[in-house]
């Protein structure tokens, strides 16, 4: 292609996590209009959940730029900054703050950056609250075709504007199709961080999941892990699985790994999880899925989810060599290819098509509107006002008095005190937190 038919977009990325970051960054490149090349910059939002180095470097994604910030900072930065695409890859209040904090800071121009937000996996929680508070974005997008009819509902349900809602499919999909067993057979075991949240069920599924290996010796059983004990992700590890397989007698045929799904996946015949985005990236390769039903198929699990994928199944029968079949209408409906196409036909590529028209559309116009969210000082007046305030900002979207300051950077004593005080807030989380449950139920 000839250079001159080539353009280059300025496109920024704010994230809250290392999850976050990966769907953000990916979702980034994959809608960027045909003939069009990406300069990338990321903003990692500053909070608990901010990724280490190690966890970007597993994510596997790289940016022209990319740098810590506190919200009222990225909103100065974007007063600035002639940013064509803008992904807002954040928690639903952390959207919504964007939002009315970007709507001030743009107020009264034309031309500004196409906002877009979505979700980074499975959502099975908080449907209503979550999609509400990304509502305002110029692209909602959904990751399959029950997702789009979902949002679409919601937001037609309380009289919002659900033209936003576009529908796309998961952007860290792909890796070669499952072709066959490997040698030896590996077994993968995706835990998540949230679920479950108690100590007698995780060492459960960490206990049957040591059995699998004794009962399949010539198997290879691996944990996967999301982050090492200090880190964290976009959910909160109270209670790391390496912690509690210390003083196990592990057989030799079972083993703890980290890293990246896609790397794992390449080694896998059969991936059981109790609910992990992780199933999906399995499923769209075509690889032996599980959602496990040992604890009950519930809500809170999150496992609800894929009732009617036909890859619920209990470690008994994991034991006795039962091989799941996936539902292809239920797959189909997900966003992912074991079933065939996506809706509508074409490839997982395509999948992405309707919302790179939309921007093309959107950057080809003169102007857009105010970012408009559904969420106002009049319509949640006791609501709104506190998802501001918790990044630093008023009821109209403007930084509070004392917001940290965006005009220089942080000294040395500054940054030792913020590592400090995320370092406390993760003990806090992950040692204290437990202690002081477990002498309430006493």
């Not at 976050?20 to 209009?33: D, E, F």
């Amino acid at each position: 292609m000839p250079a001159s038919a080539t353009q280059t977009l300025r496109v920024a990325v704010l994230a809250d996590s290392d999850t976050r970051w990966k769907w953000g960054s990916l979702t980034a490149n994959r809608i960027a209009p045909p003939n069009s090349d990406i300069s990338l910059d990321g903003y990692l939002l500053r909070g608990r959940a901010t990724p280490t180095a190690r966890q970007l470097k597993e994510v596997g994604v790289t940016a022209d730029s990319l740098r810590e910030v506190t919200a009222v900072e990225f909103l100065r930065a974007m007063e600035t900054e002639p940013y064509d695409i803008l992904v807002l890859s954040l928690v639903g209040g952390g959207v919504q703050a964007m939002l009315h904090g970007l709507a001030r800071a743009w107020d009264g121009r034309s031309k500004r950056p196409v906002v877009v937000t979505g979700y980074v996996g499975v959502v099975y929680e908080k449907l209503t609250d979550g999609l509400l508070l990304r509502h305002g974005a110029d692209l909602v997008l959904a990751n399959s075709r029950q997702d789009a009819d979902r949002f679409k509902a919601v937001y037609d349900g309380v009289g919002a504007d659900s033209t936003a809602v576009t529908e796309v499919a998961l952007p860290f999909l792909g890796g070669a199709a499952y072709t066959g067993e490997h040698d030896p057979y590996t077994v993968v075991f995706a835990v998540q961080p949230s679920v479950p949240d108690n100590r007698r069920d995780r060492d459960y599924l960490l206990n049957r999941a040591i059995q699998h290996a004794r009962f399949h010796p010539n198997r290879e059983v691996l944990l996967k892990l999301r982050s090492k004990p200090g880190e964290h992700t976009t959910h909160i590890e109270e209670l790391p699985y390496q912690k509690l397989v210390q003083g196990k007698e592990l057989p030799a045929n079972f083993s703890l790994v980290y890293g990246h799904m896609g790397d794992v996946l390449d080694r896998t015949d059969l991936l059981v999880t109790i609910s992990s985005t992780a199933a999906l990236e399995s499923l769209h390769r075509r690889i032996p899925t599980v959602v496990l039903t040992d604890l009950g198929i519930r809500e809170g699990l999150g496992n609800h989810h894929f009732v009617g994928s036909g890859c619920l199944a209990s470690w008994d029968q994991l034991d006795a060599g039962y091989k799941p079949v996936p539902d292809a209408e239920w797959v189909a409906r997900q966003g992912v290819m074991a079933g065939g196409p996506p809706s509508g036909g074409g490839s997982y590529e395509t999948a992405f098509d309707a919302a790179r028209e939309r921007i093309t559309k959107l950057l080809a116009g003169d102007g857009m509107p105010a970012l408009n969210p559904y969420y106002t000082p009049e319509t949640a007046p006791g609501y709104l006002p506190g998802i501001l305030a918790r990044h630093h900002l008023g009821p109209d979207g403007t930084p509070l008095p004392g917001a940290p300051a965006a005009d220089r950077a942080p000294g040395p004593v500054r940054q030792i005190v913020r590592r400090a005080a995320r370092g406390a807030y993760r003990h806090g989380v992950q040692r204290v937190a437990p202690v002081i449950r477990r002498m309430g139920e006493l």
